[in-house]
């Protein structure tokens, strides 16, 4: 019974962790769609746009694998939610980077449901997202 209330002890700590991370991911998808000049969503949705579809669930997860890294190096929720805002900031930057630099006509592109585009910016996402949780772990 010790061991049970033991693991049990850290469940609030993980249900606060857990509801602010899902914050974060709402406030990603809201922040991640100002800065592409696309609505992924009625892409998505309405559609059926692949290449969005790709491109978006690779910077979702992109994102996400650098917030798992905010909290397993957090030190507390303020550390958690600084580390979290700059793991928003590097996923639209990832975004900026493809469009301006190396792929300048993604846009065009991703409306146009051209796979190999979508794949391009999910790759992308990903590694900016791996990155950028490396570099968090301080």
């Not at 939610?81 to 991703?110: D, H, N, S």
């Amino acid at each position: 019974m010790e061991m049970l209330a033991a693991s049990l002890a850290g469940l609030v700590d993980f249900a606060i962790y857990f509801v602010i991370s899902i914050a974060y991911l709402f406030i990603f998808k809201f922040a991640y769609t100002l800065v592409t000049p696309h609505d992924e969503w009625k892409l998505v949705k309405e559609d059926k746009n692949t290449a969005a579809a790709l491109g978006f669930a690779g910077a979702i997860v992109g994102f996400c694998i650098a917030l798992g890294s905010a909290v397993s190096n957090s030190q507390n929720l303020i550390d958690f939610t600084v580390w979290g805002v700059v793991a928003v900031v590097a996923q639209c930057f990832a975004f900026a980077l493809l469009r301006f630099t190396f792929m300048p006509k993604i846009v065009e592109r991703i409306d146009n449901n051209e796979i190999s585009a979508g794949i391009m910016l999910g790759s992308v996402s990903v590694a900016v997202g791996l990155l950028n949780a490396a570099c968090m772990t301080y």
